[in-house]
Nanobody
Framework: QVQLVESGGGLVQTGGSLRLSCTAS????????MGWFRQARGKEREFVAG????????DYSDSVKGRFTISRDNAKNTVYLQMNSLKPEDAAVYYC??????????????????WGQGTQVTVSS
């Protein structure tokens, strides 16, 4: 069973950048498809980005495509989310997700096996 710990959240101004990290332990990281979801207050958890276990394929929601980049370093058991050109609507708790049953994480949160505890991203206007 894999454990996930996110870091890198914080307060940023509109148009700014942040890089989130998620470090995994307790499993064979390179066998897991990884992803990022987010949940704003009062809203459902939504898919942001996903990356295949070998890093060969990525997937993005339309709302972040062109602004966010997901990547992974299997040697460091870490997945990243580089967030550029941040908007107030990007503010949310960001969660790292992992699942080894899929080539790439599904976009539906309830189908994901493993979650981190979340990291808060706040974007000031």
């Amino acid at each position: 069973q894999v454990q996930l710990v996110e870091s890198g959240g914080g307060l940023v101004q509109t148009g700014g950048s942040l890089r989130l990290s998620c470090t995994a332990s307790g499993g064979i990281f390179s066998s897991y498809a990884m992803g990022w979801f987010r949940q704003a207050r009062g809203k459902e958890r939504e898919f942001v980005a996903g990356i295949r276990s070998n890093g060969g394929s990525t997937d993005y929601s339309d709302s972040v495509k062109g602004r966010f980049t997901i990547s992974r370093d299997n040697a460091k058991n870490t997945v990243y989310l580089q967030m550029n050109s941040l908007k107030p609507e990007d503010a949310a708790v960001y969660y790292c997700a992992a699942d080894r049953r899929f080539w790439i994480v599904p976009r539906i949160a309830r189908e994901i096996n493993y979650w981190g505890q979340g990291t808060q991203v706040t974007v000031s206007s």
